[in-house]
């Protein structure tokens, strides 16, 4: 089980991301597939730096700066197929 506190600022923010607690068969692909993993990866990256990041676990290369630019363009590409799913869905449910 990995629990991470982090202090930013004045304040305290404790994040806990337990990626042990999901199902074993969930666990290799919830690296990719899920947003809160690249999201939670960019925040740690913006709140504690290279070290506290972890996204190299995620993606496995050297390079922070593109590992930050794959998990935001992993959730820029989620974000448009929920928008683009929303809005058909919409459509159909007012089409007469």
């Given at each position: ?38 999201a939670l990866g960019i925040v740690r990256y913006a ?36 928008i683009y799913g929303a809005i058909r869905t919409f ?6």
């Amino acid at each position: 089980m990995s629990l991470v506190a982090t202090s930013a600022g004045s304040g305290v923010l404790a994040a806990a991301y337990v990626s042990s607690a999901a199902p074993g068969s969930t666990n290799p692909c919830a690296a990719y597939a899920l947003p809160w993993t690249h999201a939670l990866g960019i925040v740690r990256y913006a709140l504690m730096g290279d070290a506290g990041s972890r996204l190299s676990d995620i993606w496995g290369l050297h390079s922070v700066s593109s590992m930050v630019a794959l998990s935001f363009g992993v959730l820029l590409v989620m974000a448009c197929a929920a928008i683009y799913g929303a809005i058909r869905t919409f459509d159909r449910a007012t089409t007469v």
